[in-house]
C-alpha cells in the first residue's frame, strides 16, 4: 500500500471518448465451492471507469458458461453505463465493444446454437445475445495475452502487469505532471 | 485463574527458584492503538450536557446552535397532546480540528433520539439515493475528457432543511427550556439530525429545488441532475450535502451556483479537490485520480508509516496478500473496511 501511494487514475483531456469493455471469469476459481469469479472492466476514453471482480452466484459446469456468465454481468454493467451517458447527453453511438477471450461464447451470444453443453444455462444469461441481436453489444475476440480484465484475479507477471495498469490509465502522479504538491 | 507466585514471595528467600518466563516480545495490543491516540489530546469532547455544562465553550456552542435552530424554525411549541409520547433528544458534541490539529470550532449538535421513533407512526420510507461511485468517475472523466471546470460546494446544516410530512413531537431540548412553558413539547416542523426520515426529506428538497430550476433528474442514478440551454449542458451531482457541478454552460453553471446559495447556506468551496476521500489533481494531461491521503492516513492510524516496501514484482497478487497480512496484524474491524473502501476505488 505504501508503495502505490502516488498512483492514481489518469483520464486524458480530449481524445476519443470511447466506451470499451473487457470481461473474462477464472473458472472455478474459489476452491470451496467451486465456483467461478467474474471480472470485467469499463475503459472511458483512456481511463478506467467501472469494475468488477465478484465471485458468481452459482456453480459452472464449463469454462463457456462461467465466461457467459460474466460477459451477461458485463452487459449488464455496459446497459447501465450507456444510459448514464445518454442521460448526460453524451450518447454512444456505436455498439460498445466488449472484448471476450473465449471464442465459444462470442458464438453463442452471437447465433441461438442450443448444444448438450449449454442446455441448461438459464434464460436470463441469454440477456447477451438480447443486446448483440439488438447492436447495443458487439462481441470482439482478444488474445489472452492482452486481456486486461486479468488483473483483477491473476497474478501476473511484471512486464504484463505494468502494461495492464497502464492500459486501464493508472499512472504514478509524478509522472503525470502534477504541479501542486500535496 | 492460576497465579504464578512471585519471585520474593513468601516463606524461605533463600531458597530462590528461578521461574521460565515467556521470551515473547510484548507489544501493546494493536487494537486500543486508537484509544492512545485520543488520550494524548488536551481538549475532549463531553459525553453528557451535565459535562459539556461546565465548559464556557460548550455552553456557547449550545447557544449557538439553538439560536440557529429557532431562526430556522425547526419547530413550534405546544402543549402536549393527551395521546402522544414525544421522542427525545440530546446533545451531540464535536471538537473541529484543522489539519494541524489545532481546534478550530466547538460543535454542539442537537440530535433527536430517532431509534425510538415507530414505523409507519413516525415515519414510512427513509432510503434516500446517493452516487454510485462509478457515476462520480464517468463525471470526472467526461469532465476531463471535454476540458469543462468542475466546482465543489457543500450545504450547511443539509438535513435541517428538510420538511416533515408527519407530526413528530419532542421534548424540549435539555438547557434551554422555554420560561414560560416548561410542560410544553416541541413539534417538529423540519427535521432534525437522527431522524430516520432526515436525510430522505433532505434529498427530496434539493431535488424540488433542482427540478424546479429546470433540471431533470437522471434515470440510470438519481443522484444526476442535468440541464441542457442551448446544446449546452450543466450536471450537478448531488452526494447527500455535497454538490459537484460541472459542465459547459459557464453561465447556468454560475446562475444555479448563485441560487443554492440564496435558497441554502451554501460554502463554496471552489474547484474540486477532495471528494469521499478521492483526491483530485489537475495536469496538462488530464485528472488524476489519487487517494494518497486517505491511504497514508490509513498506514499512520496503524503504525505501518514506517514499513519497508517490498517490491512485489508487479505482481497484483502478492500486493493483495501483503494487504491481507496487514488484516491479520491489525485485526480490527474498521481497518478491514477501510482497507476494502481502498481497494473499492483504486
Redesign the interface.
Known amino acids: 500500500?505504501?508503495?502505490?501511494?502516488?498512483?492514481?487514475?489518469?483520464?486524458?483531456?480530449?481524445?476519443d471518448?470511447n466506451l470499451v469493455g473487457f470481461c473474462d471469469a477464472d473458472y472455478a476459481g474459489d476452491h470451496d465451492t467451486r465456483r467461478s469469479t467474474t471480472r470485467y472492466v469499463f475503459i472511458?476514453?483512456?481511463?478506467a471507469?467501472?469494475w468488477c471482480s465478484k465471485r458468481q452466484p452459482t456453480v459452472s459446469l464449463s469454462t463457456t458458461e462461467a465466461e457467459y456468465r460474466a460477459s451477461a454481468k458485463a452487459a449488464q454493467e455496459s446497459t447501465?453505463?450507456m444510459?448514464?451517458?445518454?442521460?448526460?447527453?453524451?450518447p454512444i453511438k456505436v455498439a460498445v465493444t466488449l472484448y471476450c477471450d473465449n471464442q465459444s461464447v462470442i458464438r453463442l451470444a452471437e447465433n441461438p446454437v442450443f448444444h448438450a453443453r449449454t442446455k441448461h444455462i438459464e434464460v436470463h444469461y441469454h440477456f447477451i445475445r438480447e443486446k448483440v441481436l439488438q447492436e447495443e453489444i458487439k462481441l470482439k475476440h482478444v488474445n489472452t495475452k492482452d486481456q486486461v480484465a486479468d488483473?483483477?484475479t491473476?497474478?501476473?507477471?511484471?512486464?504484463?502487469?505494468?502494461s495492464f495498469c497502464q492500459h486501464l490509465g493508472m499512472?504514478n502522479?509524478k509522472d503525470?505532471?502534477?504541479?501542486?504538491g500535496? | 485463574m492460576y497465579v504464578q507466585p512471585s519471585e520474593e514471595g513468601e516463606g524461605e528467600p533463600s531458597r530462590t527458584v528461578k521461574l521460565r518466563r515467556s521470551t515473547r516480545i510484548k507489544r501493546p495490543n494493536p487494537k486500543y492503538a486508537n484509544a492512545a491516540i485520543t488520550e494524548d489530546e488536551d481538549a475532549t469532547e463531553p459525553e453528557t450536557f451535565e459535562e459539556a455544562q461546565l465548559s464556557l465553550e460548550w455552553n456557547k456552542a449550545m447557544k449557538e446552535e439553538f439560536d440557529a435552530l429557532e431562526q430556522n424554525q425547526t419547530w413550534v411549541l405546544v402543549p402536549k397532546p393527551r395521546d402522544v409520547k414525544p421522542i427525545s433528544c440530546k446533545w451531540v458534541y464535536k471538537l473541529k480540528r484543522r489539519t494541524d490539529g489545532l481546534i478550530e470550532r466547538y460543535k454542539a449538535c442537537l440530535a433527536a433520539r430517532g431509534f425510538s421513533q415507530q414505523y409507519g407512526l413516525d415515519y414510512d420510507e427513509t432510503f434516500s439515493p446517493i452516487a454510485k461511485i462509478?457515476?462520480v468517475?464517468?463525471?470526472?472523466?467526461?469532465a476531463?475528457?471535454k476540458?469543462w471546470n468542475l466546482w465543489q460546494m457543500d450545504v450547511k446544516n443539509a438535513f435541517l432543511h428538510g420538511e416533515l410530512d408527519r407530526e413528530i413531537y419532542m421534548s424540549q431540548p435539555m438547557g434551554f427550556q422555554s420560561q414560560d412553558h416548561p410542560e410544553y413539547i416541541c413539534k417538529l416542523r423540519k427535521a432534525l439530525y437522527r431522524l430516520k426520515q432526515a436525510p430522505r426529506t433532505w434529498y427530496g428538497k434539493i431535488a424540488e429545488f433542482l427540478t424546479y430550476s429546470g433540471y431533470s433528474m437522471?434515470?440510470?442514478?438519481c443522484s444526476?441532475f442535468?440541464k441542457?440551454v442551448n446544446t449546452k449542458?450543466a450536471?450537478v451531482l448531488v452526494y447527500v450535502d455535497d454538490l459537484i457541478i460541472t459542465g459547459d454552460c459557464e453561465e447556468e453553471i454560475l446562475l444555479i451556483k448563485q441560487n443554492l446559495s440564496v435558497r441554502f447556506q451554501m460554502k463554496e468551496l471552489g474547484q474540486l479537490k477532495h471528494f469521499l476521500g478521492l483526491?483530485i489533481?489537475?495536469?496538462?494531461?488530464?485528472?488524476?485520480?489519487?487517494?494518497?491521503?486517505y491511504?497514508?492516513d490509513?498506514?499512520k492510524k496503524f503504525g505501518?508509516?514506517n514499513?519497508t516496501?517490498?517490491d512485489?514484482?508487479?505482481?497484483?497478487?502478492?500486493?493483495l496478500c501483503?494487504?491481507r497480512e496487514?488484516f491479520r496484524r491489525c485485526n480490527n474491524v474498521s481497518t478491514i473496511g477501510r482497507?476494502l473502501d481502498?481497494l473499492n476505488f483504486?
Open positions: 500500500m505504501k508503495g502505490t501511494l502516488d498512483y492514481g487514475i489518469l483520464y486524458k483531456k480530449d481524445g471518448c472511458l476514453g483512456w481511463g471507469i467501472s447501465w453505463l444510459r448514464l451517458f445518454k442521460d448526460l447527453c453524451q488483473l483483477f491473476k497474478s501476473l507477471s511484471g512486464n504484463k502487469f505494468e499512472v502522479r503525470a505532471g502534477v504541479e501542486r500535496c | 462509478t457515476t468517475r464517468v463525471l470526472l472523466a467526461l476531463a475528457n476540458s437522471t434515470s440510470a442514478d444526476v442535468v441542457s449542458l450536471i483526491e489533481d489537475y495536469t496538462h494531461k488530464g485528472l488524476v485520480l489519487h487517494q494518497k491521503r491511504s497514508s490509513l498506514l505501518m508509516v514499513c516496501n517490498l512485489t514484482n508487479g505482481s497484483k497478487c502478492k500486493i501483503s494487504r496487514g482497507q481502498l483504486k
